[in-house]
């Protein structure tokens, strides 16, 4: 920034005051709601007795004098040997109730003959995260203390020399897999040592990458145990509804949680703000017929889109002097409202053109620096930032922030609001609902956001997809016999004959061993369940990226059009027995939409509830999917044509929750037969939508279908189920909270003021039938008819903050 505008004197910033102004005149109905989250005063607690001299002395030099009350709990129990889980909120400094520990005895191991009587693992899902953290504990300047990083960058001398030296080795799960367990032997002496694991920010670890980090995680108590080593688990996690569960499933033993925040916090005014109804621009649409093949629902109504919101928001922030960090959700949608409020800002004042900056990640230090210092000198008053703030740059202490749309879950939106707030001063936080029947839910059930949370981060240990694998590479580690049963679980024999009857492992008298001349872990990736498809651009032949393999039919075929961040392509060619994708740069002007036919077949049911003529049912199925065409659609809404596709069915054996209904109950909540398949299907987009308010998922992690006359069940059916081979958990934590998660969704429906469906209620952006038949009302009534019996406990209030919300991925 070479000039700096001129800065208006600052006044007394008044966050109610502002809100007032916000929402005034033609915005006066659009904050929905305003919640005062209180000032909180801190708890403190002494410092335990056992804390080394040397490890007390650097904390109280760098200012850390007194405790508060969790650290100190999740201190003592780790130090006694109790694996804990430190669940409180951001900036609440969970990461000294690990130091004290950990570091205190380190410090006092380096008298050992060895210099290394205790060693400890830090692992974080980033490498930024571990970068950060190592920089911080070379801050303290503890005298013995060896800490580095090791990770993908490290130079080979330098893990040489930290694998022989380190007692405190801060990495990431990818390292301790490909490289610390495969080669173990070199990592002897440290994993002999090996005192404490310390798995900060876990609430990350869900759904698949979860169940990979929990089969990870024995692996590691295994090999470590053949060393003689039983380290104490500290687990660090965002506020969610049952940290301890969560905790226990990935290390596969009992954990203590520590959830009571003893930190102070300033107070904040929290305003949730929902934008107009707006019906499309016919002119902009063109003719509104979709040539009856049901594409587009032209004739619905949808909301103004919260990124235009927030840019004017943004300006009107900035112009009152308001210092505002804007999140947005996708990279186009941060560069949008940065333009966007940059032009209303220069109709304003030329001289304010220039004071709001984007961010979205990628930048280089030096340009985050700039950044950064243009934030702190005040030359820059607003800034349009993605989620990549939250690892990549300080920025601390501002007025206010905006929210675009819902961030996905309860811990991104307390980190992404905990951005505003100087010291003794109360800040601004406004979340803007986006189209989507989550965010609808959300604005009008605040209880959901501030009170006890209901989203579960869950996994499944036991996905048979995901544990074989790490069976093959435990055995390459060290042959597995059947008392390893103790640490894989009970189903690690019979995936053990399978992984032999494939020829991968072979069964000796000592044991099952791998025989196989390759890595057991090159075929494994910690993130997915393995396939995947490349996206290759033809000019260059670079790969851009990869989609998930169940995903590829509908989103990269040939003559899709693909946007990859914020960049449109062309597909110009879908290969599907080499799995990629051939792509050309550029923006046709139209967008495109995947139709599809999907049925199910029920597996085996493994828990069933009775609710009346419902019956509620969890299990395994067998979804079969065919992409048939796609329709090119242009801005408006109007369809350029359909295309039909020659793809093969897709079938995927996983897990789901599914509820059969009769149609005589159907019929006396006021659904005749011919209405049933518009209100399943509009029931089923929503609750798919609404699953992630229990069950940290994101919207394309689930995928629904719904029929009025299921062959195996005989009965009009509903059935959500996990997008992932073997299942994520997502469906199962539907089943539990089902009663909380069905009754948020017909609140949701019914909290959107429109006619007759629109995206903030029924519709789904994924529907493979293009939106088509969808009841709304229908859909209210058949959600209220299963829930009038339903017999489930719930532990929180029904509408409460416990739903589910996923989007559609038929
Ligand atoms: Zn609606
Ligand atoms: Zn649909």
New binding site residues.
């Given amino acids: 920034m070479s000039s700096d505008p001129p800065r208006a004197t600052r006044r007394l910033f008044d966050p109610p005051a502002t809100l007032a102004r916000l929402s005034s005149g033609p915005r006066a109905e659009r904050l929905v709601h305003v919640h005062q989250v209180p000032a909180r005063s801190e708890q403190v607690a002494p410092w335990p007795e056992w804390v080394a001299p040397a490890v007390y002395s650097a904390f109280s030099t760098s200012g850390v004098t007194t405790l508060w009350t969790h650290q100190r709990e999740a201190a003592d129990c780790a130090h006694d040997g109790t694996h804990v889980v430190i669940s409180t909120g951001t900036a609440s400094g969970k990461s000294l109730g690990y130091l004290l520990p950990v570091l205190s005895d380190v410090v006092d191991g380096a008298a050992a003959p060895s210099g290394r009587g205790a060693t400890a693992l830090y692992l974080s899902p980033t490498k930024a995260l571990a970068a950060d953290q190592l920089a911080r504990l070379s801050a303290l300047a503890i005298p013995g203390l060896r800490a580095a990083t090791y990770d993908g960058d490290t130079p080979t001398d330098e893990r040489r020399w930290i694998r022989e030296h380190a007692q405190y080795v801060l990495t990431n799960p990818d390292l301790v897999h490909h490289s610390l367990l495969p080669g173990h032997p070199r990592w002897a002496p440290f994993l002999r040592s090996l005192r404490y694991v310390v798995i900060d920010e876990c609430h990350v670890y869900r759904g698949v990458f979860g169940s990979h980090l929990a089969a990870l995680l024995r692996r590691l108590r295994r090999v470590a145990a053949r060393y003689g080593a039983f380290p104490t688990f500290i687990l660090a996690s965002a506020t969610v509804a049952d940290p301890q569960a969560q905790a226990c499933a990935l290390i596969g033993m009992p954990v203590r949680p520590v959830t009571h925040d003893g930190s102070p916090r300033e107070a904040m005014t929290f305003g949730l703000w929902e934008p107009a109804l707006v019906h499309r621009d016919a002119g902009l649409g063109g003719d509104a017929g979709s040539g009856g093949g049901g594409g587009q629902r032209l004739d619905a109504p949808h909301r103004r889109s919260a990124v235009t919101e927030a840019a004017d928001l943004l300006a009107d922030l900035v112009v009152d002097g308001v210092q505002t960090v804007a999140f947005g959700r996708s990279r186009a949608g941060v560069e949008a409202i940065a333009a966007s409020a940059r032009r209303s800002l220069l109709e304003v004042d030329p001289a304010l053109g220039t004071s709001v900056a984007a961010y979205r990640g990628g930048y280089l230090p030096e340009e985050r620096r700039e950044l950064e210092s243009g934030l702190r000198s005040g030359a820059l008053r607003g800034l349009a930032a993605t989620n990549a703030l939250e690892l990549g740059i300080d920025v601390s202490g501002l007025d206010a922030v905006l929210m675009a749309g819902w961030p996905g879950t309860c811990a991104s939106l307390w980190q992404q609001a905990g951005r505003a707030g100087r010291n003794g001063s109360a800040s601004l936080a406004l979340l803007i609902a986006g189209d989507d029947p989550l965010d609808t839910y959300l604005v009008h059930h605040p209880e959901a956001l501030f009170e006890r949370p209901v989203e579960a981060a869950v996994l499944d240990p036991q996905n048979p997809y995901v544990l074989g694998p790490h069976l093959a590479a435990a055995a390459a580690e060290l042959p597995l016999t059947a008392a390893d049963a103790l640490v894989f679980g009970p189903t690690m024999v019979g995936l053990l004959e399978v992984l032999v009857a494939r020829g991968l492992l072979r069964r000796r008298p000592g044991g099952w061993f791998w025989t196989r001349p390759e890595r057991a872990t090159d075929h494994v990736s910690l993130r997915g369940t393995g396939e995947t498809v490349r996206i290759v651009e033809r000019s260059t032949g670079r790969v851009l990226g990869t989609v998930d393999g169940p995903a590829a039919h509908s989103s990269v075929h040939t003559g899709a059009v693909y946007v990859h961040q914020g960049q449109p392509y062309v597909v110009a060619h879908y290969d599907e027995d080499d799995s990629h994708a051939i792509v050309v740069a550029g923006d046709p002007g139209w967008s495109t939409r995947a139709r599809s036919v999907s049925a199910f077949d029920i597996g085996h049911v493994e828990q069933s509830q009775v609710w009346g003529p419902v019956e509620l049912c969890f299990g395994s199925v067998e979804v079969r999917s065919q992409v048939t065409s796609f329709l090119r659609v242009l801005p408006g809404g109007k369809v350029l044509g359909e295309h039909a596709l020659d793809l093969p069915e897709r079938s995927l054996h996983t897990k789901a929750v599914w509820w059969t209904m009769t149609p005589q109950m159907l019929e006396a909540a006021g659904i005749p037969e011919p209405s049933i398949p518009g209100a399943a299907h509009a029931a089923e987009h929503a609750t798919i939508g609404m699953l992630p308010l229990v069950a940290t998922s994101d919207r394309w992690d689930i995928g629904g279908v719904s029929t009025a006359l299921h062959p195996d069940t005989g009965r009009p059916t509903i059935l959500v189920y996990d997008g992932h081979p073997g299942g994520a958990g997502f469906a199962e934590r539907g089943f539990r909270a089902a009663t909380i998660w069905l009754t948020a969704t017909r609140d949701a429906i019914l909290a959107?003021e429109?006619a007759t469906?629109?995206p903030?209620?029924?519709h789904s952006p994924k529907c493979g039938n293009g939106n088509e038949p969808l009841d709304?009302s229908g859909a209210v009534a058949l959600l209220t008819a299963v829930l009038a019996g339903s017999t489930q406990g719930t532990r929180g209030q029904p509408g409460r903050r416990d739903s589910a919300q996923t989007p559609d991925v038929e």
Avoid: A, D, E, L
């Fill in positions: 959107c429109c469906g629109c903030s209620c029924v709304k």
